[in-house]
């Protein structure tokens, strides 16, 4: 029982003696508060639109970059971004970049570093993930997939088709455009006959 009365007393005091130091919760004081966690009150920081020394035009709000796009915002609606015809759901017949050797140079890289582990450097669909259980990656020289337009591809690519995940928050526009040429050059290369190789070439063949 002594116990017990001289713990509430203990309390009681504590409790007077922090309310007169700190005060009440929301009571007014000239004085500065107590702060026993500061958390993020004060930081440095820059606020929008204040001056700032630090860069040369004095401002501390940056101007976008060229090419900047709000989030949430429709990007335009041409072929190049979306792989159809502008407002219609066609898919475009055939990319609309030029093919270039440095396009394909780049769409071979791309291709090696996104496609190959599961549709594999031939895409024949024999990625290192078939090995791990992988078993239905589309064989891209199937003729379903050679006679399918550049647009629809383009559309795999950024959104993804059935078990296939999308890439499009990983291969830029551009590098899409670039994949797929590359792709097709491995689909022709597959479909090649011996008179599509240039006669003074032919001895060379295995
Ligand atoms: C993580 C594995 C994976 C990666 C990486 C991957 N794919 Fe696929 N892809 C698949 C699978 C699985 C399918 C079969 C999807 C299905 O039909 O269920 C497929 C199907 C496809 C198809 C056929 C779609 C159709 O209409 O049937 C195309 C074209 C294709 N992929 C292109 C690509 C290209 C180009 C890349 C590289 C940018 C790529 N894929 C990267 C797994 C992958």
Redo the contacts with the bound molecule.
Sequence with gaps: MRYWLSFFFVLIVASLAVVGIAGFQGSKSRKPPIEIFPDMDRQPKLRPQAPNAFFTDGKSSRPLLVGTVARGSHYQDTPFNTGRLPSSTNFVAEMPVGLTAKLLARGKER?QI??V???GALADGNGI?KKYG?A???N?HDKR?VS?TDGE?FN??TSG?????G?GAN?TVEDRWA?IGY?RTLQLARLGLVNDVPAELRAGLK
């Design positions: 291709y996104s496609c582990p599961c549709h993930t992988m239905v990656v589309a891209l997939i399918m591809i795999t690519i088709k059935n078990l296939m995940g890439y291969v994949i792709l």
